[in-house]
T-cell receptor, first 114, second 115 residues
C-alpha cells in the first residue's frame, strides 16, 4: 500500500457522461498530481495542486478539471466523455511543491467509456 | 516543453545478465530524473532517482548514470532476476513559468528476463 488512495478502482460509463475520480494523498503530502496512462500516449501529466492551489498544468483537456480541497484530497472531473478518454488515471502525491521527495503513485482508476 | 525519449521499447535478456535502458531529455533546465517500474495493471513504483548535481547513483543491483552535457541518463540493472520483468519508465522534471511542474515520462521499456 503506497498510502495514496484512489477511488473508484474501476469505472464504466457511456460517451457524453461526466465522472469524478477521487484521490487522497499520503498523510503529510501537500502536492497532488494527476496523470493519464493510455497505450498510445503513455503516462501524461495532467495537472498539479499544492496545498489547495493549482500549481501547474500539463496536457489537460478543457473538458477536464480538478480541484484540491482543504483536507488535501483531490478530485478530477471528466466531462463530455469520449471513447478516447478510456485510460488509467493515476494520482501521485509528494510532500513538497518540487515533487522530488517521496513522489508516490496511487493504484489508479481504470476508466472505460463505452 | 520537455521531451523524453526512451530506448529500447522492448529488451530481452538472459537471467543473470545486465540490462541497460537509455533516455534523453530536451530541457537543459530539468534537474530531477526518476525511474519507475510498473508491473501489469499496477501503479508505477519509484526504484531510483538522480539529481543533476550527481553523475551516478547506485542501489544494490540498480544504478543510474547522468550525463548533463549530452542530456541523457541510463538505468543499469545487474544480475537480472525473473522479478525484474516489468515496464520501466524514465522521467524528467519539467519547468514552466515559476518553477518545477509534473514529470515528463518516456514511453517505457518492456524488460523481459528469459530464464
Amino acid at each position: 500500500d503506497s498510502g495514496v488512495t484512489q477511488t473508484p478502482k474501476h469505472l464504466i460509463t457511456a460517451t457524453g457522461q461526466r465522472v469524478t475520480l477521487r484521490c487522497s494523498p499520503r498523510s503529510g503530502d501537500l502536492s497532488v498530481y494527476w496523470y493519464q496512462q493510455s497505450l498510445d500516449q503513455g503516462l501524461q501529466f495532467l495537472i498539479q495542486y499544492y496545498n489547495g492551489e493549482e500549481r501547474a498544468k500539463g496536457n489537460i483537456l478543457e473538458r477536464f478539471s480538478a480541484q484540491q480541497f482543504p483536507d488535501l484530497h483531490s478530485e478530477l472531473n471528466l466531462s463530455s466523455l469520449e471513447l478516447g478518454d478510456s485510460a488509467l488515471y493515476f494520482c501521485a502525491s509528494s510532500i513538497n511543491r518540487q515533487g522530488d521527495v517521496g513522489y508516490t503513485f496511487g493504484s489508479g482508476t481504470r476508466l472505460t467509456v463505452v | 516543453g520537455e521531451n523524453v525519449e526512451q530506448h529500447p521499447s522492448t529488451l530481452s535478456v538472459q537471467e543473470g545478465d545486465s540490462a541497460v535502458i537509455k533516455c534523453t531529455y530536451s530541457d537543459s533546465a530539468s534537474n530531477y530524473f526518476p525511474w519507475y517500474k510498473q508491473e501489469l495493471g499496477k501503479r508505477p513504483q519509484l526504484i531510483i532517482d538522480i539529481r543533476s548535481n550527481v553523475g551516478e547513483k547506485k542501489d544494490q543491483r540498480i544504478a543510474v548514470t547522468l550525463n548533463k552535457t549530452a542530456k541523457h541518463f541510463s538505468l543499469h540493472i545487474t544480475e537480472t532476476q525473473p522479478e525484474d520483468s516489468a515496464v520501466y519508465f524514465c522521467a524528467a522534471r519539467m519547468y514552466s513559468g515559476g518553477g518545477a511542474d509534473g514529470l515528463t515520462f518516456g514511453k517505457g521499456t518492456h524488460l523481459i528476463i528469459q530464464p
